[in-house]
């Protein structure tokens, strides 16, 4: 175990800096326009969050760094740890499709190679949803909606999004309302996610109104603040879900836990990035959005919002595909509205979302990551399930790697 122990430690210290010697690479095909824009999205490069504090790997070329990465592929074969072998084998394969990716300029891609790169990137099996995946999520947020008492004429898009309308109007905040509930929920939250993690050292986030971007929250960490897009309005249950996501028990609880793992010694270094368009990816989003059924806080209004959050990312993928099959971004805006049920301005920002390379196969990660996730969390009895989430929360995972785990705490004793 010692050795194992230790062979970890070395191949974290040696990916993180792997990691952070591409993400140079990428910085520097950014253009001036990009690094100056006031939209995060804009800006970034793969490495999203950097608590490490090392110095990146100083990779010559991009042949260099296929090098390191095949070098890193073979040291997680020798790991004895199968859901830490698995995780390091998935990620130096992402990280070799994202060298091939960036090398070639790191632009849009046509259908068929945009589905192959994600798959390889996120650390699935397959990117696409099928056609039977999309009708059972609208079947789902038509029974939520029965359910809480609107009628739907059937599951065509504008019998569904008529309905979906009949519910959410009546519970839209206006903005000043929405800003104070957002403060109230955090609080909430704070104290419910305190039930489950010591979050006793974390300085609180607070949320902040922004303008014109192109997602509808981000969690700032290093300001310890909870940017959200006014430019559409929310029901108190997508406030719910974007505190939870966001905050308390998501990111913000997330990145507090792998830092605190990570300076008592229980996580390797690596665990201090954040890496979009990694296998890492789903699993955090989806450590985020199943963030009210971790604090078990879910009612009714929840649910049904959630069924139609489901929808609405489902929907986003299905733009995705359609762009990098050549269809006209306004014809691809015109159905993911529909589709969505979602106002001009959500369909906006999302439209601006998929237009960013690096999020365009991301918007996946929701998806997925929110099953993964909440399906190896449902697979652990419930005494186990605070190892899980320690163990979920502390160490870098891929889908297949979490999976392993879940399996691992589901049969043990």
Not at 45 to 50: L, Q
Not at 390 to 404: D, V
Request: proline share 5%; glycine share 6%.
């Amino acid at each position: 175990m010692k050795a194992e122990a230790e062979a970890l430690r070395e191949l974290g210290l040696r990916a993180a800096r792997a990691v952070l010697g591409v993400d140079r690479l990428c910085l520097a095909q950014k253009s001036p326009e990009e690094l100056a824009s006031p939209d995060i999205l804009e800006r970034e490069t793969p490495v999203a969050v950097d608590l490490s504090g090392l110095a990146p790997e100083p990779f010559a070329s991009w042949e260099e760094a296929r090098r390191a990465w095949r070098r890193l592929g073979q040291a997680a074969d020798a790991l004895e740890t199968p859901d830490r072998r698995q995780f390091y084998r998935d990620l130096a394969r992402a990280m070799a499709a994202l060298i091939d990716w960036q090398e070639a300029g790191g632009g849009h891609e046509p259908a068929h190679r945009f589905a192959e790169r994600g798959a390889a990137l996120l650390g699935l099996d397959r990117l696409l949803f099928r056609e039977d995946e999309w009708e059972a999520a609208r079947r789902r947020l038509a029974g939520r909606l029965l359910a809480s008492g609107v009628p739907v004429a059937g599951l065509d898009g504008p019998s569904l999004a008529a309905a979906v309308r009949r519910w959410e109007e009546p519970r839209l905040l206006a903005p000043d309302e929405a800003l104070s509930t957002l403060a109230d929920l955090l609080a909430w939250a704070r104290e419910a996610a305190a039930r489950l993690f010591d979050l006793a050292d974390l300085p609180p986030m607070r949320a902040v109104a922004v303008r014109g971007v192109s997602y509808n929250a981000y969690c700032d960490y290093a300001r310890r603040e909870m940017l959200v897009n006014f430019d559409e309005r929310f029901t108190r249950a997508a406030l719910r879900h974007l505190v939870a996501h966001e905050a308390y028990p998501g990111h913000t609880t997330h990145l507090a836990l792998r830092e605190a793992a990570a300076r008592e010694g229980r996580a390797t270094v690596d665990t201090l990035l954040v890496v979009t368009d990694t296998p890492t990816s789903p699993v955090f989003e989806g450590i985020a959005d199943n963030g009210l059924f971790f604090l078990d806080a879910a009612d009714d209004d929840d649910l049904t919002y959630l069924a139609l959050e489901e929808l609405r990312t489902l929907a986003a993928c299905r733009a995705a595909a359609r762009l990098a099959a050549g269809t006209a971004p306004d014809e691809v805006a015109a159905r993911l509205a529909e589709e969505a049920a979602a106002s001009p301005a959500w369909t906006a920002h999302r439209m601006r979302f998929l237009a960013r390379p690096l999020r365009r196969p991301f918007i996946f990660a929701y998806a997925w990551g929110r099953l993964a996730v909440g399906q190896a969390y449902r697979r652990v009895a419930e005494r186990r399930r605070g190892e899980f989430l320690r163990r979920l929360y502390e160490n870098p995972h891929s889908p297949r790697s979490l999976a392993l785990l879940g399996e691992e705490l589901a049969h043990a004793d």
